[in-house]
């Protein structure tokens, strides 16, 4: 059985930061791929950055150079530091465990960043 638990999220003005973290427990294997993903009212969820246990990451395109995905192996733990906040960042994020075909989520952080 795998948990996520995630923290961080709130209420910020265009323009600010915010730093999201997940803390995974279980069974992990060492292999795997941690991420968040986010879902705005209306909207499918959609990837927002995803690392692997080697530290290769990916963002979407609407993301780059304002944030950054990092983990800690040892503590089975991903962070996002979301910086340049916007109004359409709005969305409530979800952190992300995929272990081989297998997802795991997050029951989500509410992030809201108002104009």
């Known amino acids: 059985q795998v948990q996520l638990v995630e923290s961080g999220g709130g209420l910020v003005q265009a323009g600010g930061s915010l730093r999201l973290s997940c803390v995974a427990s279980?069974?992990?294997?060492?292999?795997?791929?941690m991420g968040w993903y986010r879902q705005a009212p209306g909207n499918q969820r959609e990837l927002v950055a995803i690392?692997?246990?080697?530290?290769?990451?990916n963002y979407a395109d609407s993301v780059k150079g304002r944030f950054t995905i990092s983990r800690d192996n040892a503590k089975n733990t991903v962070h996002l530091q979301m910086n340049s906040l916007k109004p359409e960042d709005t969305a409530v994020y979800y952190c992300?465990?995929?272990?081989?075909?297998?997802?795991?989520w997050g029951q989500g952080t509410q992030v809201t960043v108002s104009s």
């Open positions: 992300n465990l995929r272990i081989s075909l297998i997802h795991y």
């Open positions: 279980g069974t992990i294997f060492s292999w795997n791929t």
């Open positions: 690392i692997s246990s080697g530290g290769s990451a």
